[in-house]
């Protein structure tokens, strides 16, 4: 029922802009086109090699987020690669229309990392956490939309983007995570990765909240309730096709984000159940609120994003049926 | 130095012709920006004519100049001067404006030779910084190791556009990067959409606020190509900063009825449409 590639126990705990810039160090061994922008933002070992190998392909515009997506879609013009670092607060905020204008209008290849997305970031409090990200960025016509769920995800989601031409955002949370997958998991932009199977209900999870949405399975699966879990990996385009064939296999969908219950993954899930293959869809999310300070284990309890919330909700769900 | 006198016939000729051009596009498309694009022509000319290094057989060719028209609601004119220098088809210019044209109402890169794709205004001096800095990757180096740049870049502003707060953003990063292949040229025709921009938002001391930036500052009539040509030539010249031409112009430039009304975003009546062909012959 779980999949062989899903670690047994959960495996290191590690950031996902650790695992990102892992793999940016990796790519830009072969790849002479990639220049690294920042709004004032932490390097990471990507930046600082480039800092030293590749000084001309790397820069800093200082905390001036519309300055920072423009300039990128200019180098995209010029025929490079940029990749954007900022708050995903920011970028989404104070530099939507930037996005939308300068790079997803003309389909510039440029990826825009929003760093510390979605709720689950400690102590900075709800001028940073982001929760309208989801909405307002998968709204955006030609604008690709990835929320990897841990290290290794991460790593094969940047990958992915890199070889992909277009515009990508791509979500990336602050706290370190633990490593759900293995290595050689099956990865493919655009496709849900299933991480346990059965028909009673399935969970639609996106992002770092993976790891409660698997220890929720597990649960539920000790009570009895065989449940789907997939990995939403990519926001936009989303999986139809595994969206509904969970809805006609196990006829009630959980989804699970840290991010608004409104336009989110969950909204998405909705849209296309409800024109293809109606069944309940249980929100678990941020509930129309602004965040605040805390550590990721009190903000999980406080915004209901425990795995304890997930199971309760599938309960609830598969009363629904 | 003097320019050759043909030289600037020949300028004044297609700045002309430009203006004429857009105008027919206005009539065609039932509405347009003649004030602002005919402030800017004679700029476009000096750039589109001479100045710049371009090909219109070429118009992805990796090295050539760029043109961003960060005001890019003053699209006519920068549309005649590529379909006059010969990237596309003039028969475009009577479908400008409407449903499924290539034209559309804010320049696209769609359009071969359009760098840029406005209408929000403010952002396009970011592009043209971008555009810069990637002129100077893969760049061969001078004998002190500096790269010399692929290309340069030329990016006309608005005067209203300026109050965007994005635009200060480009500029201060520009100084950072010691961007010296980044032109930017002010359109100072002192108007904006709904009044002069005294009224509405009044940015005085022009001069002083580049100068106080540390761009590189000149400040010229923007319709004698004596002067326009001379500015560019001196900002290829001095390295290490970025350029600034700031450019008295009069908004509706080559109409003179037109050119005291604030003519911003306005319908060619009959009227006018032959007052402004007749100004222009």
Known sequence: MKQNYVLEPLGEMKAMYQAYNEEMIELSKKNGKIVLLYGDFPRGAAGE???????????????????????????????????????????????????????AFDKLNVKIVLCNSGMLWSFMGGSHQIIEEIAAMRVIPNLVLVSPSDPISTKKMTRAIAEYTGPVALRISAPPVPTVYRDDFPFELGKAVTLTDGSDATIISTGMVLSDALEAADTLAKEGIKVRLLDMHTLKPIDEAAIIKAAKETGAIVTVEDSSILGGLGGAVAEVTAENAPVPVKRVGIKDRFGQSGTVPELKEEYELTARHIVQAVRESVKKK | ???????????????????????????????????????????????????????????????????????????????????????????????????????????????????????????????????????????????????????????????????????????MAA??????????????????????????????????????????????????FEAILTALENADRVKGKPHIIIAHTTKCKGVPSFEHKNLHFCKLSDEMYAEALEALK
């Not at chain 1, 905390?63 to 900022?86: D, K, R, S, V």
């Not at chain 2, 009577?94 to 030779?113: C, D, F, N, W």
């Not at chain 2, 043209?128 to 010399?148: Q, Y």
């Not at chain 2, 950072?176 to 509405?200: C, M, P």
């Open chain 2, 175 to 224: 100084l950072h990067y010691k961007v010296d292949n980044l032109v930017a040229i002010l359109d100072h025709n002192k108007f904006q959409s709904s009044g002069t921009i005294e009224e509405r938002m009044n940015m005085m001391p022009w001069v002083d606020k580049w100068k106080a930036f540390a761009w590189d500052t000149a400040e010229i009539n923007g319709h004698d």
């Open chain 1, 49 to 103: 090699l480039f800092q030293k190998e590749h000084p001309d392909r790397i820069y800093d515009v200082g905390i001036a987020e519309a300055n920072l997506i423009t300039t990128a879609a200019g180098l995209a013009g010029g025929g490079y690669l940029p990749f954007t670092h900022c708050h995903s607060i920011f970028a989404v905020g104070r530099a939507y229309n930037q996005i939308r204008q300068n790079v």
């Open chain 2, 1 to 171: 130095m003097a320019h050759d006198e043909k030289l600037i016939q020949k300028l004044t000729e297609k700045a002309k012709i430009i203006r004429r051009d857009a105008v027919e596009m206005i009539k065609a498309g039932d509405s347009g920006w003649i004030g602002g694009s005919f402030s800017q022509a004679d700029i476009i000319a000096a750039l589109m004519f001479h100045h710049m290094k371009h090909d219109p057989k070429n118009p992805d060719w990796e090295d050539r100049d760029r043109l961003i028209v960060s005001k890019a609601h003053c699209c006519e004119t920068v549309y005649a001067a590529f379909g006059e220098a010969g990237y596309f088809s003039k028969e475009l210019y009577k479908s400008y404006g409407h449903m499924g044209a290539t034209l559309q109402a804010h320049t696209e890169r769609i359009v071969p030779g359009i760098e840029y794709s406005g209408g929000s205004l403010g952002q396009g001096l970011s592009f043209a910084l971008g555009e810069a800095l990637a002129a100077r990757i893969d760049a061969p180096k001078d004998s002190s190791g500096r790269p010399v740049p692929r290309y340069r870049v030329y990016c006309i502003i608005g005067d209203g556009e300026s109050n965007e707060g994005q635009i200060w953003e480009a500029v």
